[in-house]
């Protein structure tokens, strides 16, 4: 069992910035790789971006490259998500998430376990 509690949402100004965290537990950890979904009303969810449990592979979607930052603190078990530049168009709740399996191409793939979401509100 994996357990992914996330925090960090609020409301920013477009152009401002947030940081999501998501603190994991669980005692098969190092066998996941964890990332960052979201869904805005009426939206398919996507993944956002993922990193492997070591930390050497990461993946953004393309609409966030440049601007969001995914790293994560092994000693900590937390996952952090920072958001720079934000848009409108990236209100949405926001899931972390942890998947055996990651790609290059599409990120987490399936994930097994799901925290229960933070919300990020972006104004114009």
């Known amino acids: 069992q994996v357990q992914l509690v996330e925090s960090g949402g609020g409301l920013a100004q477009a152009g401002g910035s947030l940081r999501l965290s998501c603190a994991a537990s669980?005692?098969?950890?190092?066998?996941?790789?964890l990332g960052w979904f979201r869904q805005a009303p009426g939206k398919a969810r996507e993944c956002v971006a993922t990193?492997?449990?070591?930390?050497?592979?990461?993946y953004y979607v393309d609409n966030v490259k440049g601007r969001f930052t995914i790293s994560k603190d092994n000693a900590k078990n937390v996952v952090y998500l920072q958001m720079d530049s934000l848009k409108p168009e990236d209100t949405a709740v926001y899931y972390c998430?942890?998947?055996?399996?990651?790609?290059?191409?599409?990120?987490?793939?399936?994930?097994?376990?799901w925290g229960q979401g933070t919300q990020v509100t972006v104004s114009a």
């Open positions: 998430a942890a998947a055996r399996s990651l790609s290059t191409t599409v990120g987490l793939i399936s994930p097994s376990y």
């Open positions: 669980g005692r098969t950890l190092s066998s996941y790789a």
């Open positions: 990193v492997s449990w070591t930390g050497a592979i990461k």
